[in-house]
Nanobody, 116 residues
Framework: QVQLVESGGGLVQPGGSLRLSCAASGFAFRTYAMNWYRQAPGKERELVATITTLGGSSNYADSVKGRFTISRDNTKNTVYLQMNSLKPEDTAVYYC?????????WGQGTQVTVSS
């Protein structure tokens, strides 16, 4: 069955870094664009970063540009989100998403808390 399993979340101080991973299985990973979304308490889910199937192109929300980097390893069926210079407003549950046409798969999410 299809699985997206996020890991790497946790508590970090402002200015710190975290690296999220999302391990995929059960579908043709390399044929899907991969995305990271986040949802903070009381807010709508927002798209943070996206990467194309071969990793040749990526895009970011304005709020994370220059601080976050999305990457993928198609040999390991894994997508990553490197998060640097973290701010309290980055606190949210981060979700991995695989998208191809009308097909959408989601992970269960991993909590990131930025606090001193």
């Amino acid at each position: 069955q299809v699985q997206l399993v996020e890991s790497g979340g946790g508590l970090v101080q402002p200015g710190g870094s975290l690296r999220l991973s999302c391990a995929a299985s059960g579908f043709a990973f390399r044929t899907y664009a991969m995305n990271w979304y986040r949802q903070a308490p009381g807010k709508e889910r927002e798209l943070v970063a996206t990467i194309t199937t071969l990793g040749g192109s990526s895009n970011y929300a304005d709020s994370v540009k220059g601080r976050f980097t999305i990457s993928r390893d198609n040999t390991k069926n894994t997508v990553y989100l490197q998060m640097n210079s973290l701010k309290p407003e980055d606190t949210a549950v981060y979700y991995c998403n695989a998208a191809r046409g009308r097909i959408d798969y989601w992970g269960q999410g991993t909590q990131v808390t930025v606090s001193s």
